[in-house]
Structure formats: structure tokens, C-alpha cells
């Protein structure tokens, strides 16, 4: 039998027995949905937001602006990508999308889903947001993920001023009124450094610092790496004395295996956590360490979206997720992954090593979660070079700790000002690539 | 550094600061269906209504108590230290998101990110034991303009009797199906009443009846039963009203028991179940919040629908008694329980959108028995 006389022999069957209802009302069938305006042919719904017009606002979003942002002499500062959604309501929304290495490839598909938000009402995001995401098509991935991050941040931040609250009101906030708990990265060299960091701490209200490891790891690794690695977390709880909570990041630098092996040695030291000891892609192999040591594990950051980190919530993997607000989607996913992480008694201590739009929409977040335990933003004791300049943008403080907290945003939005004029100073000077390192014989290591 | 007027300070907005709680527990004439409508004011802002299936007297003290000195907008502070029952604070959830919706002037599903729908698929809940009943009160929820319906599983003698109890709910179904007309839908609710293996043998002959799904098919005492029913057929299984916890639905989830979650409106409140729909939103499926309350929870259930992605259908409770349906319409200044074409319209206005009529509190005030 050729396959066109199969076809028609199958289509016999389906007339002669399997086919319900009236032969005069059969459906066209339908070969290809490949065609890029499937539904529009039919004229049968609204497209896009107009079916929900007259259940929103009057406010229409009426340009999409991207921003490159380079701090110059910031040296651990990726170049920032901002977005501004301006409106016929004379109110901006601001959002951040900085994906490191990759500004160009954000700023790209931030053009791309210019189409699905001009025209359209702010306000119904979680809409805007599943048009986003599932209308792509191809699901997940950085780069889509930190574009819709951008966007969702920049309509949460457009609802609320419309509504004239602070974001964190529309979300059940605040936990704390005075603000967000927090930690800064433990910038010392030896045991002197720590020591006089653990005086700073106690004089700032301190409460927690983030160490690295020394080196980078091969698969399997020597007596003396692992020892040089020990001994670095040994100091780090040496300097910085008991009573501070320490979180030490892998960064992925070790495999499964030579992270169990260095975890199992520094457990007596009671770390808040250990973060990424493994790569993200792989569940099991996080499991795997996770099951052979007792010291809370953390991971998330690389992460879009809640189906990003379901595995790992489902199989009870980890005891903290690390989700990025300018990655796995916003405020809007940040909140989604929250709950997962919720049920099943996992905290929240969203990573956060960009720009300062994302970190702020993060404290907004941070204050309306029930499993939040503490805030990532990569600075320091001391205020660096981007302090100073994120100071000179909003005029107050961000992401300044007082007693411990970052004070929270009171404005509605987001809770802050920023105008293109103040952007300018700060020109886009391309994408930065990630570091790139390599073992002794030249073979590519993990960083 | 002091910044005034640049991060949070303590002043609370007395537009927002809630006052006082009362609660009126209601209950319908006829069905006897009862439930609790809670008011929450303001010093100087508007009041918020809610509703739950019922407040004790203990739980009302410790609501009130937690209100104080706090703003309608921040629940999530005021859930954590609190341990009142789960109802108690699903009503005082809805009553402080319909203040915070006048408060901005906007519908509840505005303020937590919809609408991402612009009407709601209705489930009339069919009352009634024998099947003359039961096709009774379908023609009318029909005419009404209902297109999917609940109707229970017949009531059986023994254990273990498949082939009557198929056959029983076989021809049940059949002449619902008659009595309801053409684009018509079902949900077949076993109340948690039949045996692992009774609601699986079931599931399976009504496999080709393409029943929206089979509700509560047996009792969820634990995971290993629920599991075979979803198992061993593709008839979709819902489960969910009797869960207490959320970490119920995960686990159903992890399972692959459930097609549809079931969570109950009165018992989990919009925001919970907003939780409990997120968590299902990475197996992609859906809630279809279970419903036996009044009409002010079915407008909360409306705003919940319109501001989730993965919502399916609102079950909406359909009395068979004209006065209980008088009522219902009586409760709320505006209808919110009428369905066209199969669906409900989203309440119009800010807050939960329903102007509550207060002296019917009174006139259907349930007294003790």
C-alpha cells in the first residue's frame, strides 16, 4: 500500500465508524501549524491583548527602550541592560535583563518582543508574561529568560505606579518594615583581613558574608587542592568567628565528586550553605551530593522560570534556591518559584550580582515571601566604585545595608526615579565576556 | 542615613489601617448549605468582605487582634503569626485584597497581576439523589445557561460492584448528557466515597464518555490509592477539597495522580490557592477551585480565575430550591453567579466588585439548630 492510498483508507475508517457527529459538521483539517499567524486566518478571537481590553486599565504602553550600561573602572561590573517601557500616561517602568557575557543576545530579543507589548495595557502582567514565554515557542533558556525578566520587572514597576502603591504592597508585604536581610561578599585576603571585617560587621549590623573557593578543580582532584581548599573555609570561620553566618560559593568549579569529598571535611564549621557544587544542568548529580552530606546546599541562579527548578524541588534536592530576578522571569516567576520552594520547605535567598533595577525589585519580592531567608547583591563592607554611581542615579543609597537590612523602597513602582539623562554618562561598551580559565594543560575549567 | 519619604517608614495610611472584623454566618433556607461572610473596616478607607465556611469564636478573637496596627495590603505579615483555622484566614485573605482593590481603585485580579482571562468557565454543582432529580435540576441550570455540570456518582449498597455500579452511573451520565443538550460537559463526583478499585474500574469504562474528569474518585488517605486510579486509565482524576495542607497537591503532583487540582475556595483563600496553582503551573495542569459557599467567595473565586495562567473551570454551587437560589442573588447588591453560554462574567469595579447587602445578613442569619 503507497502512503497516499493509506491516507484515504484511514480517512474511510474514520467516516465509516470512529468519527463522532454529523458528517456535515466535520472540522477542516488542519496539516501544519507551522504557519507563523495560525489563529488570525480564522478571525475568530481577539489577537494578543485585545480580548482583554475593557478588564484593564486605559494606560497603553507606547515604546520600548533598551539600555547598554558600562561603569567604567567597576571591575567586577558587567555591562547592565536596562529597559524603559514609556506610556500615554506619562509614567515610565523601568527593568534590568543584565545577562553576563551576553548583552548584545538580551538587547536582541528584548527588540524582539517589542510586537507583543506596544499598544498594550500594563497591567494584566501575568498575561504579558505567558504570551512572552509560551509564545516563543522555544521554551526557557538565559537569554529569553533575562529579556522577560527585564520586561516583567518594568510592568511591575509601571503597576504599581499606576496604582500608587510600592510593589511590595501588591504583593502582601512587608514581612519587616525595616527592611531586607542581607549579606555582602567576604572581601579578605588573610586572617587580619577577616578579622577587622568581622569588627566592621559588628559596628554595621552585619549578619552574614559569602566566601569562594581558591582555586579551580579538575574532575577528580589531589591531596592538596582539597586540602588548600579546607583550609581557605577553615580561615574564612577562623577570621570572621562564630557568630557570623557564612555561605561559601562553588560556583560550579568542582564535579560532583570533589565537592562531596571537600563538603564532608567543612561540615563541622555549620556554613549557612555551599552554592552551586555541581553545574545546574544535571539534577542528579546535585542530588548526589546533596544526599552524602549534611550541610544545607544551594543552588538556582542559572535558572528561568518555575519549570526550571521543579526537578529539583520535586526530588527535594536542595535546602535553599538562588533564583535570579533578572533571569528566571521577573518578579512574576521569582514568585512562582517561591511557592514551589514553599511547600516543600525550601528558603529563598535570591542570587542577585547585577545591576541595581533588578536588586531592588528583588527587596520588593524578598519582603512578601513566606520561605525568605536572605538577600544577595554582591557588594562589599566598604561602598565600591558602582555604590557611588547607582547613588548619583536614584539619589539614595541602593542596596546599602543599615543594620544588617536593605532598607526598603517606600515610592510606588519600584520605588525609584531614574531618567535616560543620568544613563548617559555611562555608555554601552559592548558585551563582556565571562572569564574564561584553564587547567595546567591547557583544558577548559570551570569558573 | 535617615531618608525620609525614600524607604518604608512605620506611619500607617489610615485608608488602609484596618479597624474592626465582624463576622455573619448565613445559611441557606432549603440546602441548608451554611457559610460565614466577613466584614473587615477601615479607619478612614472602605470596608472589605469575605467569606469562608465558618469563623469560631477563638479565631475571630485571634483575627482581631492580629489586624491591629496593621494595613489591609500586608497578609503576609499577618499570616505568620498567626494560627487561626485555615477557613478563618481564607476570609479574612479575600476581605483585605478587596480593600486593597478599592484602595487602587481596581478589580482584585488588577492588583495581583490579570486579568489573564476575560470571562470564567462555570461548573453548576447539581443537587439531588435520583436521577429524576438530578435531570431535573440539569434542564434548569441548562436554561439558566450552564453548559457543564457536577453530578454525583448514584449511591450503591456494597463494596465491590463494579458492573452495577457502572451501569448505574453509566445510564446516570447518559441521560444527563440528554437532559443538558447539545455542548454539553460533565464532572462525575464521587465524594471520596468509593474504593480504590471501584473508582478505578469506573474510570475506566467511562474512558470514551470523555467526562471533563472524575472528581474525589476515592478517599486520598494516601498517595499509593489515589495513584492507581490516575494510573491505570486516562479518564482525568481531580482531587483537592478535602486537602488541608498544599504540600497535599505537591505530592499528588510528584505522584502523577491528579489532572486537575481541586483546592476549596472557603478552606484556602485567593492567595494560597494562587500558590497551590503555581505549583501545579510546571506539570502543566490546572486548578478548578472546588466551591460550596456563597456568593461573595464566588466573585473572590471569579478575581482568583482571571489573575491565574492555568485556571480551568469555577464550580459554582447550583440549588435546586428557588428560595436558596433568591438568596444567593440577595447576598451581593449585583449578580455574580450568572452564567452565559457556559460562562461567568467578571465582576465590573473596584475591589472584589460585589456591593454586599447587609440587611440580608440578618434576614438569613443562621441560628443555632
Given at each position: 500500500m503507497n502512503r497516499r492510498h493509506f491516507l484515504t483508507g484511514a480517512t474511510g475508517a474514520l467516516a465509516a465508524g470512529q468519527m463522532a457527529g454529523a458528517p456535515g459538521r466535520r472540522p477542516a483539517l488542519s496539516?501544519?501549524?507551522?504557519?507563523?499567524?495560525?489563529q488570525s486566518a480564522a478571525q475568530r478571537v481577539p489577537v494578543g491583548a485585545q480580548a482583554l481590553e475593557g478588564f484593564g486599565s486605559k494606560v497603553r504602553i507606547t515604546n520600548l527602550k533598551t539600555f547598554g550600561v558600562t561603569i567604567p573602572?567597576?571591575?567586577?561590573?558587567?555591562p547592565y541592560t536596562f529597559v524603559k517601557l514609556e506610556t500615554n500616561a506619562g509614567l515610565s517602568g523601568w527593568g534590568e535583563g543584565t545577562l553576563e557575557g551576553k548583552a548584545n543576545a538580551v538587547m536582541g530579543c528584548l527588540e524582539d518582543f517589542r510586537e507583543f507589548l506596544?499598544?498594550?495595557?500594563?497591567?494584566?502582567v501575568e498575561h504579558h508574561w505567558q504570551s512572552m514565554y509560551v509564545h516563543s515557542f522555544y521554551r526557557g533558556g538565559p537569554v529569553m529568560g533575562s529579556a522577560i525578566s527585564a520586561l516583567d520587572q518594568a510592568l511591575w514597576d509601571l503597576r504599581g505606579k499606576i496604582l500608587g502603591v510600592p510593589v511590595y504592597k501588591l504583593l502582601?508585604?512587608?514581612?519587616?518594615?525595616?527592611g531586607v536581610r542581607g549579606y555582602y561578599a567576604?572581601?579578605?585576603?588573610?586572617l587580619d583581613d577577616l578579622r577587622r571585617l568581622r569588627e566592621t560587621a559588628s559596628a554595621q549590623g552585619i549578619t552574614a558574608f559569602k566566601g569562594g573557593l581558591p582555586n579551580y578543580y579538575e574532575w577528580i582532584e589531589t591531596h592538596e587542592k582539597i586540602t588548600e581548599a579546607v583550609r581557605h573555609i577553615e580561615t574564612l570561620r577562623e577570621g570572621l568567628g562564630p557568630d557570623l553566618d557564612i555561605a561559601v560559593d562553588f560556583h560550579a568549579k568542582t564535579s560532583p565528586s570533589v565537592a562531596s569529598v571537600i563538603i564532608k571535611e567543612i561540615e563541622?564549621?555549620?556554613?549557612l550553605w555551599v552554592e552551586e557544587?555541581?553545574?545546574?544542568?544535571?539534577v542528579k548529580a546535585m542530588a548526589r551530593i546533596a544526599r552524602r552530606v549534611a550541610t544545607p546546599i544551594a543552588t538556582g541562579e542559572r535558572l528561568v522560570a518555575s519549570y526550571g527548578v521543579r526537578e529539583l524541588v520535586e526530588q527535594g534536592v536542595v535546602d535553599i534556591l538562588q533564583t535570579d530576578m533578572n533571569h528566571v522571569g521577573g518578579i512574576t516567576a521569582l514568585w512562582k518559584v517561591a511557592a514551589l520552594a514553599n511547600v516543600s520547605g525550601i528558603s529563598m535567598a535570591p542570587h542577585a550580582c547585577e545591576g541595581p533595577i533588578g536588586m531592588l525589585a528583588s527587596l520588593h519580592l524578598d519582603s512578601a515571601i513566606p520561605n525568605f531567608l536572605i538577600q544577595e547583591c554582591?557588594?562589599?563592607?566598604a561602598p565600591q566604585v558602582r555604590d557611588k554611581v547607582w547613588e548619583e542615579w536614584f539619589g539614595f543609597p541602593a542596596m546599602r545595608m543599615v543594620n544588617g537590612k536593605y532598607p526598603l523602597p517606600e515610592?510606588?513602582?519600584?520605588g525609584f526615579e531614574l531618567t535616560e539623562e543620568a544613563l548617559k554618562k555611562y555608555p554601552f561598551n559592548g558585551s563582556r565576556p565571562m572569564a574564561r580559565v584553564f587547567h595546567k594543560d591547557g583544558s577548559v575549567a570551570e569558573w | 542615613m535617615l531618608m525620609i519619604g525614600v524607604f518604608v517608614s512605620a506611619q500607617l495610611n489610615p485608608q488602609l489601617e484596618m479597624s474592626t472584623l465582624d463576622v455573619f454566618p448565613v445559611r441557606e433556607p432549603?440546602?441548608?448549605?451554611a457559610y460565614t461572610v466577613l466584614r473587615l473596616r477601615t479607619r478612614s478607607g472602605p470596608a472589605g468582605y469575605g467569606e469562608c465556611s465558618g469563623v469560631s469564636p477563638a479565631d475571630l478573637a485571634a483575627l482581631r487582634a492580629a489586624i491591629q496596627?496593621?494595613?489591609?495590603?500586608?497578609f503576609e505579615s499577618i499570616r505568620r503569626g498567626l494560627t487561626v483555622s485555615a477557613p478563618a484566614l481564607a476570609g479574612l485573605n479575600m476581605a483585605m485584597l478587596d480593600i486593597v482593590g478599592k484602595f487602587t481603585g481596581v478589580p482584585v485580579y488588577q492588583v495581583l497581576?490579570?486579568?489573564?482571562?476575560n470571562q470564567a468557565r462555570a461548573l453548576a454543582q447539581i443537587e439531588g439523589e435520583t436521577d429524576d432529580a438530578i435531570m431535573a435540576a440539569v434542564g434548569q441550570a441548562r436554561a439558566a445557561g450552564h453548559r457543564a455540570f457536577l453530578i454525583p456518582v448514584p449511591a450503591t449498597h456494597?463494596?465491590?460492584h463494579s458492573a452495577t455500579l457502572v451501569n448505574a452511573t453509566r445510564q446516570r451520565l447518559d441521560r444527563a448528557r440528554s437532559a443538558g443538550g447539545e455542548g454539553c460537559d460533565f464532572v462525575l463526583d464521587a465524594r471520596g466515597k468509593l474504593t480504590p478499585g471501584d473508582a478505578s474500574a469506573l474510570a475506566a469504562a467511562l474512558e470514551?464518555?470523555?467526562?471533563?474528569w472524575f472528581d474525589?474518585?476515592?478517599?486520598?488517605?494516601n498517595l499509593s490509592a489515589a495513584s492507581k486510579v490516575a494510573g491505570e486509565n486516562v479518564t482525568p482524576v481531580g482531587f483537592g477539597r478535602?486537602?488541608?495542607?498544599?504540600g497535599v497537591f505537591q505530592d499528588l503532583l510528584r505522584g502523577d495522580a491528579v489532572d486537575v487540582l481541586r483546592p476549596d475556595l472557603c478552606r484556602h483563600g485567593i492567595t494560597q490557592i494562587r500558590r497551590i496553582a503555581a505549583v501545579a503551573e510546571p506539570y502543566y495542569l490546572a486548578v478548578a477551585p472546588f466551591h460550596d459557599g456563597g456568593p461573595i467567595a464566588t466573585a473572590a473565586a471569579l478575581h482568583l480565575a482571571a489573575s491565574l495562567p492555568n485556571f480551568f473551570i469555577q464550580q459554582v454551587p447550583y440549588p435546586a430550591a428557588e428560595e436558596d437560589r433568591r438568596m444567593r442573588s440577595r447576598?451581593?447588591?449585583?449578580?455574580?453567579?450568572d452564567v452565559r453560554d457556559g460562562f461567568l462574567q467578571l465582576p465590573v469595579g473596584?475591589?472584589?466588585?460585589v456591593g454586599v447587602n447587609e440587611p440580608a445578613f440578618t434576614e438569613y442569619q443562621e441560628r443555632a439548630a
Open positions: 496539516f501544519c501549524d507551522c504557519a507563523l499567524d495560525p573602572g567597576a571591575a567586577a561590573d558587567r506596544i499598544g498594550a495595557d500594563p497591567m494584566p502582601g508585604g512587608p514581612n519587616d518594615p525595616d567576604a572581601n579578605a585576603r588573610t563541622p564549621l555549620h556554613l557544587p555541581c553545574p545546574p544542568e544535571n554582591c557588594g562589599q563592607a515610592k510606588p513602582g519600584l | 432549603v440546602s441548608k448549605r496596627g496593621k494595613e489591609a495590603s500586608s497581576g490579570g486579568p489573564t482571562r456494597s463494596r465491590n470514551r464518555f470523555h467526562l471533563l474525589e474518585p476515592c478517599p486520598l488517605s478535602f486537602a488541608a495542607e498544599a447576598l451581593t447588591g449585583k449578580p455574580v453567579e473596584p475591589g472584589l466588585g
